[in-house]
């Protein structure tokens, strides 16, 4: 079941503010990582600084997790198992380079058992290629 907003932030003790539930519900309707102008120019009218620490306390608290593709940052919310301390974020990342578009894969996990006795403290996983939207289209 999907959470309120309500819920999520207080599950992360994150503060409610007026922008960081627009930010929060708008990324909830994508199924795509948004880049910082992404998201700067769906709120062309507000404070770029307000929408950039907005999306650094979603991070810092385990609300969002940060993809890095062709050299830029992207940000998706995190599954419920993501906390303040630890992103648990071990599945497939997609950029299509048709579409531009970054996808979350989590149907392809990295199993717990290859990291073996290390500390790992962050896994990208990173494919490039054409998205299935895309093959069809052409």
């Known amino acids: ?4 907003t309500e819920e999520a932030f207080n599950s992360k003790n994150i503060r409610l503010t007026t922008m ?26 507000a404070d770029k600084v307000t929408i950039y620490r907005t999306l650094q306390t979603f991070l810092e608290k385990g609300l969002v997790h940060k993809i890095m593709d062709e050299n830029q940052a992207r940000y998706r919310l995190c599954a419920d198992s993501c906390e ?8 497939l990342h997609f950029y299509c380079r048709k579409c531009g578009q970054t ?5 392809i996990i990295l199993p717990e058992s290859l990291t073996g006795s290390l500390r790992i403290d962050e896994i990208q996983i990173l494919a ?4 299935e939207k895309c093959l069809t289209a052409s």
């Open 1 to 4: 079941m999907k959470k309120t």
């Open 128 to 131: 490039k290629g054409i998205c």
């Open 20 to 45: 960081r539930i627009l930010i929060y519900e708008y990324m909830q309707t994508l199924s795509e990582a948004l880049s910082l102008a992404d998201i700067e120019k769906y709120f062309h009218k």
């Open 84 to 91: 303040q301390e630890e992103h648990n974020d071990r599945h």
């Open 103 to 107: 996808t979350c894969r989590e149907e």
